[in-house]
């Protein structure tokens, strides 16, 4: 069993900076892809922005040149660093990992609040 457990989340006024954190414990199978999404007001869950092992990024076009994702496989983590953050930044952030060959593996959110 895997799990992921975020921190960083909080609040911060337009324009400011978070950096979320995600390690991975537990009985961890080899991992592609690491990354996160995140649930906004009134909307599905939706991808924010991931990276596989090869360093390949999928990075949502709303986040793009803001926000960077990176990881440490090593340490099993994987970083988000927000900046110029928005007011529609504003939701619960999941860290996601996954294997070919298994489902994938969800933290249990932290909250980002963007407002003034």
């Known amino acids: 069993q895997v799990q992921l457990v975020e921190s960083g989340g909080g609040l911060v006024q337009p324009g400011g900076s978070l950096r979320l954190s995600c390690v991975a414990s537990g009985t961890i199978p080899w991992i592609n892809t690491m990354g996160w999404y995140r649930q906004t007001p009134g909307k599905q869950r939706e991808l924010v922005a991931t990276l596989t092992r090869g360093r390949d990024a999928n990075i949502a076009d709303s986040v793009r040149g803001r926000f960077t994702v990176s990881r440490d496989n090593a340490k099993y983590a994987v970083y988000l660093q927000m900046n110029n953050l928005k007011p529609e930044d504003t939701g619960v952030y999941y860290c996601?990992?996954?294997?070919?060959?298994?489902?994938?593996?969800w933290g249990q959110g932290t909250q980002v609040t963007v407002s003034s």
């Open positions: 996601y990992a996954k294997s070919n060959s298994l489902p994938p593996y």
